[in-house]
């Protein structure tokens, strides 16, 4: 194999395993990739090229010893939310610029304990607060398979990594969208695990009733092969549900014959006109392969976005109270007082969609608002949960578009958050309920990738994978490469 | 859905944000809009709901017994503080 910046996990697992390429050689062509396309895309805040070498010269070690397993001397990119012991984690904010992590987030330990190389840290929207990837201190991330245009967000740049193919695999996380919106834009795969099935230790928290971490990847079947080792128990994350990983990988051929697909009617309200075909043909071709379609209608829905703009503020708004310029992070200079301490280096260490949230989460906990808006929301959350429950008796998973258009142009949605929000109107959903979703590659409109969205019921994520890989096996939209990016 | 400038002046202090006169007619604007939004929320007939504590049915957050699994390392905690002074945290002064 010549290209090897193309080839999946899957495949570079049996190339190294056959010897036919060492982590070394193949961790110093991926980050060559980078810095060849580090300026245009700005896919990375921090490259770690030369622990990544160490890494991979490790690897190539455990590989000549006999004790590697598959997943040792992959190279994979780590969204900056994570921590990284001895590596700068920003969370894409000033705040955190300088941070550098005393400690690993479980998920970057069991891939490096797997034997994974980490090439670096990919840019996001600050705090994983956006969905274009703009409101990162690092500078926007620009999309692979038009430049002019968002990845999506807020795990933008590991989007982007993958689409361009300057890493296989990257880790992201998903909050209200942040893994599939990203994933549908670029053209890539990505997965939100169920609530608690990733541990969230060393994930810097925005909301975390909703923080899940994942994956953002070529195919479902890479998918499969790093989830089994991201997922699991954490006596350190107090949500990580104790419960098995299954073989996700030994169910991927798994036949579609009899599963039943409900097709969520308010997901095609508000649709691009361009999108609705392509979302139809892979339903008409999951169909085919012997899966039974049928509409689904879930009434409470549409109040997701409404709903996620009460709860998430008020979560993110506890949990970056924490920065307060005094232990680690931003502070600002010549501090008058404790307050103007704090005061000045939250102003200036937070971008402005961070304190426009911190302010709404504020504003809807306060004394006299807290009924009206946290508890109505957290009611309205229980109806939408209900309605997921319901579908799950008599479906066995919901298919629908990821988001209502492809890749718009870089500064369109800027000016005003309600309309930046409405991209995450069928992603939401999903974190509401703590539900495990994919969205994987389904078609383009006028050259900009479009996503078709799989949701299960909690702890479903091998059927998920399953569905997406059967699908993958029969189309080859997951597979196209952008321009100048070959 | 209404929100003033003394509105938003007075949440900026509770969240311990200082906010530029300049910057003010944006968080305003911004706060505005997104409240607007979440008005719809009054839709939903939501008498006699139990609001959801967590994602997952059935499920709690646990609690760890009360056990020290934690190592000194205030060294390398402190290497990303602003400022210490003999392993303490430096701040302004807070009693005259």
Request: with cysteine.
């Amino acid at each position: 194999m010549t290209d090897l910046h193309l080839a999946t996990v899957a495949q570079l697992s049996a190339q190294l395993q056959s010897g036919g390429v060492s982590s070394v050689e193949l961790t110093r062509m991926l980050l060559a990739r980078i810095e060849q396309h580090q300026r245009e895309l700005n896919a990375f805040i921090t490259v770690s090229a030369e622990s990544a070498l160490q890494e991979a010269a490790r690897a190539d070690e455990r590989r000549r010893a006999g004790t590697a397993g598959p997943l040792t001397g992959i190279p994979i990119a780590h969204k900056d939310i994570f921590c990284t012991r001895g590596e700068k984690t920003t969370c894409g904010s000033r705040m955190l610029a300088d941070f550098v992590s005393p400690y690993d987030a479980t998920v970057v330990e069991r891939l490096r304990a797997a034997g994974t190389v980490m090439l670096g840290k990919t840019n996001m929207d600050e705090f994983a607060m956006g969905s274009s990837n703009e409101t990162s201190y690092f500078g926007p991330v620009r999309n692979p398979w038009n430049t002019s245009r968002v990845p999506g967000g807020s795990s933008g740049g590991s989007a982007v990594a993958v689409a361009a193919r300057l890493a296989p695999a990257a880790t992201a996380t998903d909050t209200g969208g942040s893994i599939r919106q990203p994933a549908a834009l670029c053209g890539v795969t990505g997965i939100k695990p169920t609530y608690g099935r990733v541990s969230r230790y060393g994930m810097i928290a925005f909301a975390s009733s909703l923080d899940q971490g994942g994956l953002i990847t070529q195919s479902a079947e890479d998918a499969a092969l790093l989830l089994a080792e991201m997922a699991g128990f954490d006596a350190r994350d107090s949500t990580s549900v104790e419960m098995p990983v299954p073989d996700y990988a030994a169910a991927l051929e798994q036949p579609l014959k009899g599963l039943k697909i409900g097709v969520l009617r308010e997901f095609f309200e508000g649709l691009d006109a361009s999108i609705e075909p392509l979302i139809r043909a892979a339903l008409a071709l999951l169909h085919a392969q012997g899966a039974v379609i049928k509409e689904v209608s879930l009434p409470h829905l549409p109040l997701s976005v409404p709903t996620y703009y009460v709860v998430a503020p008020a979560e993110c708004s506890s949990n970056l109270a924490r920065f307060d310029g005094v232990r680690y992070g931003h502070r600002c200079e010549a501090p008058r007082d404790l307050t103007d301490l704090y005061e000045r280096s939250r102003a200036q260490g937070f971008g402005a969609e961070v304190k426009r949230r911190i302010m709404v989460g504020t504003y809807v906990l306060s004394a006299g608002y807290y009924d009206a808006y946290y508890l109505k929301a957290q009611q309205v959350r229980e109806l939408i949960s209900r309605d997921f429950e319901q579908a799950f008796h008599e479906v066995d998973v919901l298919a629908g578009p990821t988001t209502p258009t492809a890749a718009f142009e870089l500064g369109a949605k800027t000016h005003d958050p309600v309309t930046m929000y409405l991209n995450d109107i069928y992603t939401i959903g999903a974190n509401l309920a703590g539900l495990p979703a994919i969205s994987v590659p389904c078609g383009f409109v006028g050259g900009l990738p479009a996503g078709l969205q799989l949701i299960g019921p909690h702890f479903s994520e091998g059927r998920l994978l399953n569905v997406a890989h059967r699908y993958q096996r029969e189309t080859d939209w997951h597979q196209r490469l952008p321009k100048g990016f070959v | 859905m209404t929100i003033e400038r003394s509105d938003v002046e007075s949440i900026a202090r509770l969240a311990r944000l200082a906010l530029s006169a300049e910057e003010m007619p944006q968080y305003v604007e911004g706060l505005a809009r997104i409240l607007g939004m979440v008005e719809q929320l009054k839709r939903a007939d939501t008498a006699g709901v139990a609001p959801m504590a967590h994602p997952l049915p059935g499920q709690r957050a646990r609690l760890r017994t009360d056990a020290v699994t934690e190592a000194d390392q205030h060294e390398l905690y402190q290497r990303n503080a602003p400022q210490v002074r003999s392993g303490l945290y430096l701040v302004p002064r807070v009693v005259e």
